[in-house]
Structure formats: structure tokens, C-alpha cells
């Protein structure tokens, strides 16, 4: 008996691990401060290490945007992002520069949105999490709290 409820518990969890992404506790002011002005603060998990650190080492050019900061903060960030990455083995390869929406993981989870959901203008472009998932900036990705604009009216 102990052991079935033990195993029920332990599929609840893996299943909330999908979903769910909570900011990690230990992030750094300066990660909310210098990343979450032009989009949300994309949680760590969503990239692999060696990704994030491609990404940091080009804030200067970051998607057409520069984005760079003082070296003291770059390396601040770059270390909360790489030791609470995402596993590499899960995602697959992000593209160069990275992006979370070239990961397998992202591509695979979505492969059933059809696409006049990402044509919308509401939505803009994939990488506009918010647009669709209401509490992305929370980590929320599960099905309750996704609102597609096509579909809100
Ligand atoms: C000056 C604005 C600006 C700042 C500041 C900024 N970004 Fe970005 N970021 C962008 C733009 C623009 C894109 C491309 C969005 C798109 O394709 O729709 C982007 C894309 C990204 C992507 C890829 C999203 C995808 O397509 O999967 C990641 C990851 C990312 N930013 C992380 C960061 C991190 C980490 C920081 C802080 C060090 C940061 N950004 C700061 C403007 C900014
Ligand atoms: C055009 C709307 C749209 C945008 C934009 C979007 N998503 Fe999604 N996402 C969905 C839908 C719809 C699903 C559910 C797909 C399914 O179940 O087949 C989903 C599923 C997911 C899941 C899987 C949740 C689970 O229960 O396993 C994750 C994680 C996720 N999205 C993360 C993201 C991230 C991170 C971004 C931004 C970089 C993003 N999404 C952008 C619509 C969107």
C-alpha cells in the first residue's frame, strides 16, 4: 500500500516537472533587472549551459538588440543560468545564436499548434511566451493557464 501511494506521488511529480518551471530561489536581482525588460525573465531550465553561455557572450548583438552589461553582472548572470540549466539531453541543440524555441524540446511540445496561432499579431513571435502561456513569467506552462488569443474571443 505504501508503495503505490509512493509511486502515485512520485508521477504527480514528474508530470509538474513538464509544466512547471519556478524560478529558481537564488536568482540574482540583476538577472530580473537586465533581462526581463524587452521580454520575460525566461526561466534557466529552458536552456542548456553551454547555450546560455553562447547566448551571454553575445549580449552586444543579441537578435538585433544590444543588450550588453558591465562584465561584474554578465558573470553573475551567466553563472545562475548555467548551474540551474536545463539538461542537454532533454532539449537537444538550441541553434546559433541560441533560442529556446529552436530547442527539439520546445518544437516537439508545440508540434500541435497550428500555425495561424503563431501568425496572429497578437502573438508576434514564438519567443513571446506570455502571449499564450498567462503565467509564463511564473513558470506556469500547463494547460490550465494557456490562453490563445485566437481562441479568447
Ligand atoms: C534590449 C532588449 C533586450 C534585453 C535587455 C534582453 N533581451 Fe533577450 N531578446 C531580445 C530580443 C529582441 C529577442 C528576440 C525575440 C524574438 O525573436 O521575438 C531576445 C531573445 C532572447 C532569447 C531567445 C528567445 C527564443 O527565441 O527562444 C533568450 C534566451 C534571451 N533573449 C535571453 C536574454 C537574457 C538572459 C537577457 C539578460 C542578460 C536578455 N535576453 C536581455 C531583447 C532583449
Ligand atoms: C502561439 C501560442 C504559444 C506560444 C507563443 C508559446 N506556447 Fe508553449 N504551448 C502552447 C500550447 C497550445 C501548448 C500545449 C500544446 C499541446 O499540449 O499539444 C504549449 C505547451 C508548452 C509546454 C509544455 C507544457 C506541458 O504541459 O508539458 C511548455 C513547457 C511550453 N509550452 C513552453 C513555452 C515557452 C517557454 C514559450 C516561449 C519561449 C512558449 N511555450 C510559447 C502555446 C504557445
Redesign the pocket.
Known amino acids: 500500500m505504501k508503495k503505490l501511494i509512493l509511486i502515485a506521488l512520485l508521477t504527480c511529480s514528474l508530470q509538474a516537472l513538464a509544466d512547471r518551471l519556478p524560478m529558481p530561489a537564488n536568482a540574482p536581482a540583476s ?1 530580473k533587472s ?6 520575460i ?2 526561466q534557466p531550465g ?2 542548456a549551459a553551454d ?2 553561455r553562447k ?2 557572450a553575445g ?1 552586444q548583438d ?6 550588453t ?1 558591465d562584465s561584474k553582472t ?1 558573470l553573475e ?1 551567466t553563472n545562475f ?1 548555467t548551474r540551474n540549466a536545463g539538461d542537454v539531453s532533454r532539449l537537444g541543440s ?1 541553434g546559433n ?7 527539439q524540446r ?1 518544437i516537439r511540445k508545440h508540434r500541435e499548434v497550428p500555425a495561424k496561432f503563431w501568425r496572429d499579431p497578437r502573438v ?5 511566451c506570455e502571449a499564450c502561456h498567462r503565467g509564463a513569467a511564473n513558470g506556469n506552462y500547463g494547460e490550465h493557464d494557456i490562453a490563445i488569443p485566437e481562441l479568447r474571443e
Request: aromatic share 12%; net charge negative; glycine share 4%.
Open positions: 538577472f537586465e533581462c526581463s525588460s524587452c521580454h525573465a525566461y529552458l536552456l547555450d546560455w547566448l551571454m549580449l543579441h537578435f538585433g538588440s544590444d543588450a552589461i554578465g548572470i543560468l538550441a545564436p541560441p533560442r529556446i524555441t529552436q530547442t520546445f508576434k513571435s514564438a519567443a513571446n
